[in-house]
Structures are given as C-alpha cells and as structure tokens.
C-alpha cells in the first residue's frame, strides 16, 4: 500500500493564499482546489472563511 503524504498543520505560506484567492475567483470546485494545493477540503474551507472567500458549489 503506498503511503499518503500528509501535510498535518502546516502554515500557509503567501504562494499558497495566493493561489487559493487566484482559484477561487476562477470558479474551481473544492476538490480541485485541494488537489491543486495539495491540502485537504477543510484546511482549504477554513482559509477561504478567514480569508472572506466563496468557494463554488460544484453541481
């Protein structure tokens, strides 16, 4: 089984808020966005609340 690189509790760095605010004004869904990010769907929630951020529904 391969393992699962995990990024537990890592601080965001301004590359990466960059990127989220550049994707979320694109009108990426979630899970494309912590694909991008490599980050998981919470982590990437949280920051775009902290942050003022919608990210889009996917329907």
């Known amino acids: 089984m391969a393992e699962k690189f995990e990024r537990h509790r890592q601080p965001w760095t301004s590359d990466e808020i960059q990127k989220l605010h ?7 869904g979630l899970k494309a966005i912590s694909k991008a990010l490599t980050r998981s769907e919470e982590s990437i929630q ?3 609340k902290q942050d003022g951020l919608k990210i889009s529904k996917l329907r």
């Open 46 to 48: 949280a920051r775009a």
């Open 22 to 28: 550049r994707l979320a004004a694109k009108g990426m």
